[in-house]
Nanobody
């Protein structure tokens, strides 16, 4: 079992930056990658980006160039640095960790961007 806890959400203005963190605990050795998803009100949950073991990162087109994912393996933590935020980035952000044949999710952290 793996537990994921996100933090760092909040209310910011358009153009601001914010950094989210997700700390993994439990059987973290089985984690293949760590990533972020988001869900805006009334919309489906969408993939934001992933950092796989070994350092490679991938991003959704909507955030590429503005968001950066990094990992601190010693701390079992993944970060989501979000720059140039817009109101369209308003959502609950979830941490995700694929784990063998399943996956784990955090409970999410709210990010609200005002115009």
């Amino acid at each position: 079992q793996v537990q994921l806890v996100e933090s760092g959400g909040g209310l910011v203005q358009a153009g601001d930056s914010l950094r989210l963190s997700c700390v993994a605990s439990g059987d973290t050795i089985g984690i293949a990658a760590m990533g972020w998803y988001r869900q805006a009100p009334g919309k489906e949950r969408e993939w934001v980006g992933t950092a796989v073991n070994g350092g490679r990162t991938n991003y959704a087109d909507s955030v590429r160039g503005r968001f950066t994912i990094s990992r601190d393996n010693a701390k079992n933590t993944v970060y989501l640095q979000m720059n140039s935020l817009t109101p369209e980035d308003t959502a609950v952000y979830y941490c995700n960790a694929p784990y063998y044949t399943t996956e784990f999710w955090g409970r999410g952290t709210q990010v609200t961007v005002s115009s």
